[in-house]
């Protein structure tokens, strides 16, 4: 029995009319009774008197329309359940860089978990490069990211950047001048950044070019966690994310006259059957980056 039929006899029998029911559904009334005259036969039964000027139900008529109305209710129900469970449960893979992790991801994990309660998030932490990798190789669904991945069907959203400061552990900091500090005054000291042709490593290695000079030491690191152990035991000056949760009363945050470019940032998916629901949950990513960006400069 095709639900398309039932919904042409509803209509018809609700509007009292062939051509009104044609106009509506945007077929032609020969259609309309076509269908009405498959569900007849099916049913070996006449649905409407047609003895008179006006469309009335017969009494199967009547009959039929109160279970074809339960009918479509109940397809309406099935396919409003499915979709919400195509797109609102399963897994996503989400590949995503550490300096996410220590801004406003907990924040991007409970706006999922209020929009989609059912879905499942599996998260992998690497730099920028690996996680490219990995999601080239189908690995990974969706990219949280410091870089673009332009490939076919994929598709992607820049976000917010994170803003970049110099800090320096309490002691260290104790013996730097006081005031706005140059690149020269810190440049005897070890750098601490993020890994090797990362763009805060590139970046920082062009400000120092630019004066000249070459820090003596730069550690490059992957984990930010151990950056600012490593800051906070004043083996170097390091560069963090402005408004993580690594600021501690143990840094000091550096006034420098040369500041780092922002660090950009890019949600990136492939575009599959789920398209719809990675597009959802890059929009709140974006929502998500935003506010953080607005609260850190609160």
Known sequence: MNTRFLETFVRVASLGSFRAAAAQLNVSQAAVSSRILALETEFDTQLFDREHHEIRLTAAGTIMMDKALRVLAAERSLRAAMNTAVIGSGRVRLGLVSSVVHTWLCDLIAEVATAFPQLELELTVEPTSNLATQFERGSLDMLLTTDETPAEAVSSISLHPLELAWYAGIELASTLPAGTLSIPQIAAYPLITFTRKSRPYLAT??????????PPVMHCVTSLDAIVRLTERGLGVATL???SDLESSSLVRLDLE?????????????????????RAIGELAAACAQAHALASKA
Not at 205 to 214: K, T
Not at 268 to 276: A, G, I, L, V
Request: hydrophobic share 30%; charged share 20%; with cysteine.
């Open 205 to 214: 290695l062009e400000l120092f070019n630019e004066h000249g000079l070459r």
């Open 241 to 243: 994310p402005c408004g």
């Open 258 to 278: 040369a500041q780092l470019p922002a660090l950009p940032l890019y949600c990136t998916w492939r575009e599959t059957s789920d398209s719809s629901l990675y």
